[in-house]
């Protein structure tokens, strides 16, 4: 298992965690917005069917993947067809999530607008 250390000092290269109002400060036109996006009924489902045996840290793992699309755990053990999964792999409009940032990319650029998106895991409500 790896420490809280060695995880930042992995993603310090792409990431960056701030505290405070930064961004505020420098970009005034900032606006805040938060949006929560309600799964489709497949993802509900598919999340139901969780393998059996998955510590807590597996089940969020999970979760979070079939959140943003179900395609992402064609590969766990599940007791749903694994060629039903397989199949939504074309379809992005299966997810809620990745449907919301397609139709956001899509608008900014017809609005000649820049987005800059921060995501936060929230658990999703079943």
């Known amino acids: 298992m790896i420490s809280i250390e060695e995880c930042k000092a992995m993603t310090d290269l792409f990431s960056h965690v701030s505290k405070g109002n930064v961004l505020q ?10 949006v929560i996006l309600r799964p489709k009924e497949q993802q509900k ?44 792999e074309s379809n992005p409009d299966a997810a ?17 607008k820049k987005v800059l998106m921060f995501c936060e895991d929230i658990p999703p409500s079943n």
């Open 45 to 88: 489902y598919i999340c139901q069917l969780k393998p059996d045996g998955l510590n807590n840290l597996d089940i969020t793992s999970l979760t979070s993947l079939i959140s943003i699309h179900p395609y992402l755990a064609a590969e766990k053990e599940f007791s749903i067809d694994e060629t039903s999964l397989r199949e939504l």
């Open 96 to 112: 809620v999530k990745v449907k919301f940032v397609k139709e956001l990319i899509h608008l900014s650029i017809a609005l000649r």
């Open 25 to 34: 400060e420098r970009l005034p036109g900032l606006k805040d917005t938060m």
